[in-house]
């Protein structure tokens, strides 16, 4: 059972910015079961494929005097192949099904009304999970004509399945976006792709893009 918990009422009539992205997710978000369709995308230059798809959960919303957090969880079917010399899937180069949770975690800060957080990995069902020590900063939250929107910033570097039985080191940021189409919810997720270097901690857009993901409400 998902429970809200709060130090201070919510006003459905103030005009603060938290309240109403608040409001949002209360309205439209929380409780919600989201279904993303397959997904097919390749890496490091077409050596390697990958097939996604998911079903996604949004609950316990927690309020704070400043703040609030809730979780999202994903139920992911995705596998990485190694493409053979005439582009077919061969071998599995990396499963990644499971069932992880994601902690969004946001408050607004005196100084400029903003409100900023972070993304975490709280647990998960998934082998060798590449998210696992790793922190988004969630920034530039903005609500207007009923979408919530906002963006991701990766701290630091990431593994990513490479050739043979390689890892490299990357970095994903992300553009995401809540919205309503036919009175159903939409969660979009645009990411932008990066080589890190980890020695001098800068990054390079890769030459491998991944595409948008739009997983909708049934």
Not at 69 to 79: L, Y
Not at 133 to 156: C, F, P, R, T
């Amino acid at each position: 059972m998902n429970t809200t918990q709060a130090t201070e009422p919510v006003c459905r009539s103030c005009n603060t910015g938290r309240e109403k992205i608040i409001e949002f997710l209360k309205d439209h978000v929380i409780d919600k079961k989201l279904v993303t369709d397959e997904v097919v995308y390749q890496l490091e230059e077409g050596k390697l494929e990958g097939v996604y798809s998911d079903e996604m959960f949004f609950s316990n919303l927690v309020l704070s005097e400043y703040g609030f957090r809730f979780d999202m969880t994903t139920v992911t079917r995705e596998r990485i192949y190694v493409l053979n010399s005439d582009k077919r899937r061969g071998a599995i180069k990396k499963d990644f099904n499971g069932v992880s949770v994601f902690r969004y975690e946001l408050a607004e800060r005196k100084s400029t009304s903003e409100i900023t957080g972070i993304m975490r990995l709280v647990s998960s069902t998934v082998r060798e999970h590449t998210m696992e020590g790793i922190v988004y900063g969630v920034y530039d939250l903005q609500l207007e004509n009923s979408q919530l929107s906002w963006k991701e910033q990766q701290m630091l570097y990431r593994d990513m399945p490479a050739e043979k039985d390689n890892y490299r080191p990357v970095a994903f940021d992300a553009k995401v976006r809540f919205y309503l189409e036919n009175g159903k919810l939409r969660f979009e997720y645009i990411p932008e792709y990066y080589d890190f270097e980890p020695e001098k901690l800068t990054r390079t857009l890769s030459k491998d893009q991944y595409p948008a993901f739009v997983t909708k409400e049934r």
